[in-house]
């Protein structure tokens, strides 16, 4: 099976602007989860989205959203950029098993 | 609320020497109790979980809920265990701690 894959893998965006990122999982997984990766904050949890509708929710601000196709492929959308929403930004997938989460490579995005 | 707590940001030990990793939890239920790992220029993987009390590459992890913490262990260390550890918790979502840098030291 294909892993997880994320696009694009690097970018770089100007505060105030807006950016989507694009997440497809392992052929079969309906759940796709997203997060974030700071070296200060660790992993941070930003939302779960389980057939098209979000299940769960982090304490990130509106400014963060996402949305799920019929074809379980997920985006990420950040609008308004600040510099301190530069991360790694993870996606991850999971099936039967929500515990077991595979990660895809992330998208690094950096806010100038 | 739940959260995971692992106190050492980075671990050097000597190959072959004993490795712990500590990780604390808050939770008010029964967790759910997980190691990831992520190795040098790798994905995000799943290590091992309470549940099944199994050894994962020489790793195990006991679930202690007097003191609600998850250690992760390895009587030996390898030069291959070098990587960034992580505990999570699952209720609802997974929730990980901030991660510690384990660095073997040849």
């Known amino acids: 099976k294909a892993g997880v894959t994320q696009t694009p893998r690097y970018l770089i965006k100007t505060r105030g602007q807006q950016v989507t990122l694009s997440c497809s999982p392992i052929?079969?997984?309906?759940?796709v989860s997203w997060y974030q990766q700071t070296p200060g904050q660790g992993l941070q949890f930003l939302f779960e989205?389980?057939?098209?509708?979000?299940?769960n929710k982090g304490n990130f601000p509106g400014r963060f959203s996402g949305r799920q196709f019929s074809n379980s492929r997920s985006e990420m959308n950040v609008s308004t950029l600040e510099l301190g929403d530069s991360a790694l930004y993870l996606c991850?997938?999971?099936?039967?098993?929500?515990?077991?989460?595979?990660f895809g490579p992330g998208t690094r995005l950096t806010v100038t | 609320a739940q959260r995971v707590t692992q106190p050492e940001k980075l671990l050097s030990v000597f190959k072959g020497a004993p490795v712990e990793l500590k990780c604390n939890y808050s939770?008010?239920?029964?967790?759910?109790l997980f190691w990831y790992v992520q190795y040098s220029r790798q994905r995000l993987q799943l290590l091992l979980r309470?549940?099944s009390r199994e050894s994962i590459k020489g790793f195990t992890a006991d679930l202690n809920k007097g003191e609600t913490s998850f250690h992760l262990k390895k009587p030996f260390a390898q030069e291959e265990d070098s990587a960034m550890y992580y505990c999570?918790?699952?209720?609802?979502?997974?929730?990980f701690g901030t991660g510690t840098r384990l660095t073997i030291i040849p």
């Open positions: 991850a997938s999971s099936g039967d098993t929500p515990y077991e989460q595979y």
């Open positions: 052929s079969g997984h309906r759940s």
């Open positions: 989205y389980f057939s098209e509708t979000q299940r």
């Open positions: 939770y008010s239920g029964s967790p759910e």
């Open positions: 309470h549940i």
């Open positions: 999570a918790l699952i209720w609802e979502k997974l929730t």
